[in-house]
């Protein structure tokens, strides 16, 4: 479907043509002063450059022609000094939104040749339980593979698990300590698969137990920290009762990252981690020497990344340590070497903490000067901001402690589950299913509705209010919707044959206009990497709907041409409003 601009484009254009000017003039944009009109032409102002005419005059002349031939779609004014103001008419808009509702895409626009997008998110560490700093990026990121998506792409959402390097073998060192006696620490430990036992020798409660203690002593403790390298490297080298510790470590921590991000309405498509390119990286390493895209430098193999341009200086990039150890960077390259090769994507999208740009940057500029990928491969670092306490700090526990995300949930999830109860919409039943529902809307339109790169405070009490700018308020407004239209069918009225009637009040045509800019905005939003842009729309939708309900008699509406064309507004405004929270990684209840 094309943009009600793009509609007006043709016609403001054909205007400056039969006027004696060029057309691409003509082009109609949103006004930037909504209180005087919908839609403005800016081309006179700048046609009166070439033309040598007042901007007022070119204005007059387009306006003749745009009347002629403008017909039932809008009218237009000439403004000082040479603005064209266009307002649609009360039936070209009735028509336009009742045709989204046919769309089957809503209205939001599709790209000519689907691309194949990977979305690279989540990045949580086996063995270390999620903690709010891998929220944003799971939220963000599951929020731009469905805007992706929407618009015809093809995408593949990875959660690049931190599977490999010292962690894992700190956690093998402190399990040697604690039982020596497990077959995986036997000296005639199984070559192969067999012969370890079924069940892993720990719990995930454990796990996430033995990671902190063994790091924090493996910094007071030289010996210990020396052969938890030693596990590293061994584990690295393929031991094979050490892979066999490690097969079962990824067992259940996988497992449990699996019910965390499900919890949040996140998944992925591909579960690949950092361990899975290490045989990748050798022959990377060795083609850098060779072809001279990397060379030594006091010990270490890097790459020259800086460029002329440079206002600031950007470092070499890392590949290989000077003893000879693959780093973080590393693995990042190898990964795009694994992308390619598997998937040969148009486009990487990396939804990582803003603090890693310049790491980015340089693993990048790597990538492109080791020929890594193609010259228009795409790759693109999403930068988050942090989130903060009420306290300006990074969001910690109320003891101080890095907050689980587990725990966050579960203390938004009690305090909602209360305020749900209070309210005898609900049924107990179904009352904690609600509040899961309502709790994730808070806590992924709370962050979302931020641009993405802004530091922002998460304040749980205004998150989970259910008036605002929130999700609870975006999904009470879908529940208010989902009742009308209930109570509607209840009493045996079709809503699915009317047609939108032209509005009949400034509040109708107000919520009429914003369901019209839906597939623009999401157009914006995809374009600009921005969910917040489809917050900021949802925001205004909800608003302007629950301005036209207050004005509004519905269900008692006499006249039923006029009843039915509110409910078939309701019913789009509806869909309308799913699609954006489905877009943004949330669902809505029946009742709340
Ligand atoms: N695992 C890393 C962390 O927890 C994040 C990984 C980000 N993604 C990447 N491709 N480097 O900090």
């Known amino acids: 479907m094309e943009k009600i601009q793009t509609i007006l484009t043709k016609y403001v254009s054909d205007a400056f043509l039969s006027a004696g000017y060029d057309k691409r003039y003509g082009i109609v944009r949103l006004s930037d002063r909504p209180d005087l009109c919908e839609f403005q032409c800016n081309g006179a102002l700048a046609a009166a450059k070439q033309y040598h005419k007042a901007p007022f005059l070119i204005a007059e002349d387009v306006l003749k022609h745009a009347s002629e031939n403008a017909g039932d779609i809008f009218t237009a004014e000439v403004v000082r000094p040479g603005f064209l103001n ?9 028509d336009y939104v009742s045709r989204i509702g046919e769309d089957e895409f809503l209205s939001i626009p599709q790209v000519g040749e689907p691309g194949k997008i990977m979305i690279d998110y989540g990045g949580p560490n086996v063995a270390k339980p999620l903690h709010v700093g891998h929220l944003r990026s799971a939220v963000i990121g599951e929020s731009i593979k469905r805007i992706c998506r929407a618009v015809g792409n093809e995408v593949l959402g990875d959660v ?9 073998g700190l956690i093998i060192t402190e399990l040697r300590e604690r039982k020596p006696d497990l077959i995986y620490f036997s000296d005639d430990a199984p070559e192969g698969e067999e012969g370890y036992p079924e069940e892993a020798p720990f719990t995930i409660g454990e796990l996430e137990e033995i990671y902190p203690f063994a790091s924090a002593r493996s910094k ?22 050490y892979r066999a510790l490690w097969k079962k470590i990824m067992e259940i921590s996988v497992a449990d ?5 499900e919890r949040l309405s996140v998944s992925f498509d591909l579960w690949k981690g950092e361990s899975d390119v290490q045989p990748y990286i050798e022959p990377m390493v060795r083609e850098m020497k060779e072809k001279g895209y990397a060379h030594y430098d006091d010990g270490a193999l890097v790459i020259d990344v800086s460029e002329p341009e440079d206002k600031k200086a950007i470092p070499p990039c890392m590949v290989l340590k000077s003893d000879g150890a693959s ?10 070497v694994e992308r390619m ?21 340089q693993v990048f500029r790597a990538a492109r000067k080791a020929k890594l990928v193609k010259p228009e491969t795409k790759l693109v670092h999403v930068g988050f901001g942090t989130m903060n306490g009420k306290d300006g700090k990074p969001f910690k526990t109320r003891e101080g402690g890095v907050m689980r995300l587990e725990s966050l949930l579960n203390e938004i999830n009690a305090g909602m589950i209360e305020k749900i109860r209070e309210n005898r919409n609900v049924r107990d039943e179904d009352a904690s299913e609600t509040a899961e529902m309502v709790s994730l809307s808070a806590i992924k339109y709370g962050d979302l509705s931020n641009q993405a790169a802004k530091d922002y405070i998460f304040d749980v009490e205004k998150f989970t209010a259910f008036e605002g700018n929130t999700g609870p308020y975006i999904l009470y407004t879908i529940v208010r919707i989902k009742s009308i239209l209930k109570k ?5 009225i079709a809503v699915e044959e009317a047609g939108l009637n032209p509005p009949g009040s400034a509040e109708e045509k107000a919520l009429m206009l914003d369901l019209a800019g839906f597939g623009g905005v999401v157009w914006e939003s995809y374009c600009e990497l921005a969910p917040h842009k489809i917050c900021a729309y949802i925001y205004e939708v909800c608003n302007d709907f629950n301005r036209f309900y207050h004005e509004t008699k519905i269900l008692t509406e006499a006249d039923e041409d006029r009843r039915s064309g509110y409910l078939r507004l309701l019913a789009l405004t509806e869909k309308i409003l799913l699609k954006s929270i489905d877009l943004l990684g949330f669902t809505a209840p029946d009742h709340m």
Not at 86 to 94: C, G, M, R, S, Y
């Open 86 to 94: 266009l307002n649609i008419t009360d039936t070209f808009l009735a």
């Open 327 to 336: 780093l973080y960077n590393t693995t990042d390259l190898a990964t795009i």
């Open 257 to 261: 990252l699996k019910k965390n991000y």
């Open 341 to 361: 090769k598997l998937f040969d994507p148009e486009e990487i999208i990396y939804v990582v903490d803003k603090r890693q740009s310049l790491y980015f940057t």
């Open 160 to 168: 690049h698990l931190g599977d490999w390097g010292l962690q894992m």
């Open 220 to 241: 007071v403790d030289a010996d210990y920290k020396t052969l938890a390298m030693q596990a590293t490297h061994d584990l690295q080298a393929g031991k094979p009762g």
């Open 488 to 492: 509607a069918a209840e009493a045996g």
